[in-house]
């Protein structure tokens, strides 16, 4: 598996995803229990925008912190493997041109609350990047060493479900 060191970037992401969680109080409490929210998600865009999101635990099914951070970015006007994302200007090119490439996701990270770290993506939200968008890159917690990488998502989901045409 290709994995690279932690950045300043990486860590900036770290940063705001910590911040994140810990802007959205309570945690644990009994009474919050079913709607708790413990994790907290960001995402890094090609044109430098950073989107956040966290998770919602419910006793039905919950919602990770890394899906919330997807539908943002896709309400934003990100691009994906489904959509083709807007085109925006940026400081460089203030009027956005037909040809100006739209953002993509290209960096992604969750952590814990309470200081608890980094923590991989579960193997839904693995299918889910890897499906919309195939070249972000993920922090992962290697729980053999303690370390945080930065991987492929494709080498996080070897020998992927791959769907037909919809
Ligand atoms: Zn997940």
Redesign the pocket.
Known sequence: MAARSLTATHLNLIEVANKTIDAVPPHSTTEARTTDHTCAAAALASDGRIFTGVNMFHYSTSL?A??TVLAKAAEAGVASAYSPGLARPTEESPVAEAEQRPAELVLMVAVLSEGRGVIS??G??RQIMVDYHPGIEVLVLDSDTGDIKAVGIKDLLPYAWVPKKW
Do not use: V
């Open positions: 990770c890394e899906n993506p579960c839904r939200c």
